[in-house]
């Protein structure tokens, strides 16, 4: 009897036992999770990924040496965390990376990555602690919940990695607003309100989250100039250091209008509804593109992606020449076209460009994400409605005229004429409702481009002549610029191989357009090619950035293509000649070149048809001119009458002194006589 009542103990012990582990194995719990949207960690390669936030829910510490995480059911797969203590209500984080680290002193890295089609477990060794099934992250930064009695899982539009879980949640009570973000022509009152009695709404004018400091909302809010931006980055010099830096005596503002939900103690239970309003006497032709981000991430020292700042002595452009997801913000897109069409959405903003990124008017690019919310935005370029998932804000002050002319209506021209080209817009930008000037909006080329734009597959895509692929996959370029250099092409064999690779029509189109405006920025440095990745599709080439076309009267652009320095600067020579260098041995080639270049010089490009393109570009830019000048002062009203002078003169003298260029370097093999070439055979 004494022997079965030790045995009864053994076994009661042990279910005891078994009974303290698991109740001591839910006091972890998993509090937080992302899968890598805009609330994404930066870790210690500057790379970002998912995360999830666990907690020690116990009043005691607790050793996480036993637990594992993992998102796949299958328990062999679990990535384990090192033995070490959690204190009673801490947080850890862990980087849903895929870089397996588990380093007691260091940042923790899972071995998996995380997408919205996983689940997320936590397993206390081999029983299942906490599973959350696969969320939709289209709407939010992070899923949390917000205590640890409740475990239910909430979409959060602001994350909080690392912090207690309090912030406004996406489905709380809405912000509503009697007027739209758009362009006013009269003083119009504003009145936000929310359902519910509990809360209150407090407003910022500055781009800036409202806080328990800024004036509540009890009557509406007139738009007047007592509502423009109180924002004060047009003060701060986001130049690099050998960049000049122009302080205006007084900058364009537009009214943003921040307004947030608090409780009675102060906390901030909503996301911030952002509103942009401009009121304008004399509307202008150009769109309004309004930029709402936080002064942090936009502006700060520490991470602000148009402030130089911390890296400014490390870096050409400080800050600014950071790349790659991590200098990602997220802002509010509100485009304005005149009258009341505005369109509205969360996007990514980049610093973008070359040395765009150390000037006072700063490159920017858009990304829009599903993560944001929104996969695509809707623009119209070039009078076509158009769906976009990237685009690229050059400013107008970086090309030669200060204008931006030159890039907007060389992809006009190249537009009309059939060849692959972004389509550009004109719009005026504010960012936290400061005038940042006129820029030129364009579809960024990438891979997402070529799908979008032309139905592409599998697209592949070549900058440059050396065959450099975003992926760095095998393209078969350099294997066909290698064929090339050891050929004779006048061998209609070698030849036929070429032409079974390339587009020669939309080659010699290119290289016409390309020389016809002489672009001097160009062919060394500008040049992508594309092909589907299949074994039928041939490479075709893209005609983007004109910047340094359309004005140069002074050297033979037919002889710079061919690879002879036409200037101390022009970008020529090396492989970025060889193409044609090696194609010009073949007479059929040469032939069909100096057919298609003497019809298109003749019918395509002729004044009476490019001055009205000129004018259209003109005629926007013209009522916004003043503006930009007092913004930055990089040019005058004369000046930019002179530079528009010589655009036209070159329009009009280009044609002819075009042919008679291509005739004198190939007096061997004159322009032959006019054929029926409306399209290159």
């Not at 817009?425 to 364009?442: A, M, P, R």
């Not at 041939?538 to 050297?555: H, M, P, T």
């Not at 200037?567 to 032939?591: A, H, V, Y």
């Not at 000046?639 to 003169?649: C, R």
Request: glycine content about 6%; aromatic content about 10%; charged content about 20%.
């Amino acid at each position: 009897m004494k022997n079965d009542f030790s045995v009864t103990q053994v076994i009661l012990m042990l279910c005891l036992l078994n009974v303290y582990a698991s109740l001591s194995a839910q006091t972890l719990r998993i509090s937080e999770y992302s899968i890598g949207s805009a609330s994404a960690l930066v870790d210690e390669e500057q790379d970002i990924s998912g995360w999830v936030e666990l907690i020690n829910t116990d009043s005691r510490k607790l050793n996480l040496g036993k637990y594992s995480l993992s998102d796949t059911a299958v328990l062999d797969t679990q990535w384990r965390f090192p033995r070490l203590f959690l204190s009673p209500g801490e947080r850890i984080l862990v980087h849903l990376s895929g870089k397996n680290r588990r380093k007691k002193d260091a940042t923790l890295h899972a071995d998996f990555k995380l997408n919205s089609s996983e689940q997320l477990s936590l397993y206390y060794g081999r029983r299942t602690i906490q599973s959350i099934p696969p969320n939709d992250f289209n709407h939010c930064q992070s899923y949390a919940t917000l205590d640890s009695a409740n475990m239910d899982f909430l979409p959060f539009v602001i994350g909080s990695p690392g912090q207690p879980n309090n912030l406004g949640l996406l489905g709380a009570d809405v912000i509503e607003f009697n007027h739209n973000s758009g362009r006013y022509s009269e003083a119009i009152q504003i009145l936000p309100t929310c359902s519910s009695v509990d809360l209150h709404l407090r407003y910022s004018l500055d781009g800036t989250d409202p806080t328990i400091e800024s004036p509540l909302i009890q009557s509406a809010l007139v738009l007047d100039s007592t509502m423009l931006s109180l924002s004060a980055s047009d003060t701060l010099n986001i130049s690099a250091n050998e960049r000049p830096f122009f302080r205006p005596k007084h900058t364009r503002r537009i009214a943003i209008l921040g307004v947030a939900l608090f409780d009675q103690a102060g906390n901030q239970k909503s996301e911030t509804a952002f509103k942009s309003y401009v009121l304008e006497d004399q509307p202008s032709p150009m769109p309004i593109l309004s930029l709402i981000g936080s002064w942090d991430d936009l502006f700060s020292d520490k991470k602000g992606i148009l402030n130089p700042g911390d890296l400014r002595d490390s870096l050409p452009a400080g800050n600014c020449d950071k790349r790659g997801r991590a200098w990602e913000r997220l802002v509010q897109f509100d485009m304005m076209e005149v009258g009341q069409n505005t369109q509205s959405l969360k996007m990514g903003l980049r610093a973008h460009g070359g040395s765009s990124r150390k000037s006072q008017q700063k490159g920017l690019r858009l990304y829009a994400r599903k993560s944001y919310g929104n996969p695509n935005v809707q623009l119209k370029l070039f009078s076509i409605n158009s769906s976009l998932q990237r685009l690229a804000l050059k400013p107008v002050s970086r090309s030669y005229s200060h204008l931006g002319i030159e890039d907007h209506l060389s992809c006009f021209m190249a537009f009309d004429l059939g060849l692959e080209s972004p389509k550009h817009l004109f719009s005026e930008v504010y960012i936290n409702g400061i005038y940042q000037g006129v820029y030129s909006i364009h579809q960024r080329i990438d891979e997402k481009w070529l799908k979008s734009e032309f139905g592409v597959q599998k697209p592949i895509l070549v900058s440059g002549w050396n065959g450099q692929t975003k992926l760095g996959v095998d393209s078969g370029f350099i294997a066909l610029i290698n064929f090339v250099t050891d050929h004779d092409l006048s061998d209609s064999l070698h030849y036929a191989k070429v032409a079974k690779q390339i587009d020669v029509s939309n080659f010699i189109d290119y290289q016409i357009f390309e020389q016809f405006i002489a672009n001097r920025d160009w062919p060394k440095g500008n040049v992508k090619c594309w092909r589907n990745d299949d074994a039928e599709s041939k490479w075709r080439w893209i005609f983007f950035d004109g910047d340094a076309g359309l004005r140069f009267l002074n050297y033979n652009p037919f002889l710079h293509a061919m690879g002879v320095s036409q200037c101390p600067w022009c970008r020529t020579g090396g492989t970025s000649s060889i193409l044609l260098e090696k194609l010009w041995e073949n007479t059929g080639f040469r032939s069909q070149f100096m057919a298609r270049a003497k019809f298109l010089a003749t019918h395509h490009f002729t004044y009476a048809k490019t001055e009205k393109w000129l004018d259209i570009v003109w005629n926007q830019l013209k009522t916004t001119l003043n503006r930009q000048i007092n913004r930055y002062n990089n040019t005058t009203t004369t000046q930019a009458q002179e530079q528009l002078n010589v655009i036209k003169s070159f329009l009009k003298t280009q044609p002819e002194r075009y042919k008679k260029l291509l005739s004198e370097s190939n007096s061997d093999f004159p322009l032959s006589p006019e054929t029926d070439q409306t399209k290159s055979e």
